[in-house]
Structure formats: C-alpha cells, structure tokens
C-alpha cells in the first residue's frame, strides 16, 4: 500500500513447516500441500526493511482440499500514521514520520528519556525559517517524530546528559517514512 504496488521479489515462509517461496512480478506465491491446521505465513523485503517493519505476517487456518488466499500488504500511510501518530494523517502530502530506538551502546541497550532533535532548513522561496521537531523517547528507548516535510534534507541527533549522537543528514523519500535508529556516544 505504501509504493502502490506487489512486493515482487518478496521471500515467504510457511514457518513452522520451514518452507520458502519468493513472490512473482504481480506479488503472489503459492504453497502447495500444506497440512491442515492453523499455520503462520510471513514475508520479508528489502522494502520492509527500509520501513522499518521487517516483515508481514499473518495466521492461516489450512483447510484439505481447499485453496486459501492470504493477504499480506503494508497498511497505508494512513494507517500508519493513525497508529503511530495518533490523529488523522494531515491533508500535508508532504508530511512524514520518522521512527527508531535510541540506544546507549552498541549492544542496543535502550535509553529512555533521550531527546531526539531533527530539524531542516528554511524554504527561501516562501520566506519560511528554520524548523525543527523534539521528542523524549518512551520507557523502552523508542520515539516517533510526526510532521516532519518530506521534501527537505533532514537532519537528526539524539542526547542524554553527556552522550550523544552525531547529527546525520537524510531525506524521507517517496514512502514519506523513515526507521532510524541511534546510538549515543560518550562526546569528545
């Protein structure tokens, strides 16, 4: 829902049989002889990857002699927005999110409470100026910055007392979303 079109390419497991399969140029894959009962399907995409979902999945109840569809799709830009945002998606069609964990190490133990800056330039040709957007991140070390244009080069840093991250530039792109993880570091 997110590019408006199949994850071609898109590896598909039938987990607990431990069988693959890779989805065709219209999306769609096949399992064949499948035992009956309730089985997990997912998949994986270099498109998930960059989202920050890293997969899809869903639960199939197998019926013997019967063919069942199982829909896997990434929720549109609205949805997500409605569930990480927490509103409507603003009618903006520039507006985006980025999301991520920080860390306090390399080992990925998370910093709660840690301030994540990401601030962009001013538009010259409209006479905006500079802006930028906060946030803490919650008890297990995430966060989630809505609103942010998806049409300015973007950059983000995250503190917390005496560590810090580098400021990193980036871009939303297309999708209008963007996973992020950051790691503090003692500063020089």
């Given at each position: 829902?997110?590019?408006?079109?199949?994850?071609?390419?898109?590896?598909?497991?039938?987990?607990?049989?431990?069988?693959?399969?890779?989805a065709d140029s219209a999306?769609?894959?096949?399992?064949?002889?499948?035992?009956?009962?309730?089985?997990?399907?997912?998949?994986?995409?270099?498109?998930?990857?960059?989202?920050?979902?890293?997969?899809?999945?869903?639960?199939?109840?197998?019926?013997?002699?019967?063919?069942?569809?199982?829909?896997?799709?990434?929720?549109?830009?609205?949805?997500?927005?409605?569930?990480?945002?927490?509103?409507?998606?603003?009618?903006?069609?520039?507006?985006?999110?980025?999301?991520?964990?920080?860390?306090?190490?390399s080992a990925g133990v998370?910093?709660?409470?840690?301030?994540?800056?990401?601030?962009?330039?001013?538009?010259?040709?409209?006479?905006?100026?500079?802006?930028?957007?906060?946030?803490?991140?919650?008890?297990?070390?995430?966060?989630?910055?809505?609103?942010?244009?998806?049409?300015?080069?973007?950059t983000i840093a995250a503190?917390?007392?005496?560590?810090?991250?580098?400021?990193?530039?980036?871009?939303?792109?297309?999708?209008?979303?963007?996973?992020?993880?950051?790691?503090?570091?003692?500063?020089?």
């Open positions: 829902s997110i590019a408006h079109r199949p994850l071609r390419g898109a590896h598909v497991h039938l987990a607990a049989l431990n069988r693959e399969t890779v999306g769609a894959f096949r399992f064949d002889s499948v035992s009956a009962g309730v089985h997990t399907v997912w998949a994986d995409h270099p498109t998930l990857d960059t989202l920050g979902l890293f997969s899809l999945g869903a639960r199939v109840d197998v019926t013997p002699q019967v063919v069942n569809n199982v829909p896997l799709a990434i929720p549109s830009f609205a949805t997500l927005w409605q569930r990480l945002c927490g509103a409507a998606a603003k009618n903006d069609s520039t507006a985006g999110f980025v999301f991520g964990a920080v860390h306090a190490d998370a910093r709660p409470g840690a301030v994540v800056d990401i601030s962009w330039r001013a538009d010259s040709a409209r006479g905006a100026p500079a802006s930028a957007v906060t946030a803490v991140a919650d008890s297990t070390g995430n966060y989630i910055v809505c609103g942010v244009p998806s049409t300015r080069a973007l503190r917390d007392g005496a560590i810090a991250t580098p400021r990193a530039a980036f871009r939303l792109g297309a999708a209008r979303i963007v996973h992020r993880d950051l790691v503090l570091s003692a500063m020089a």
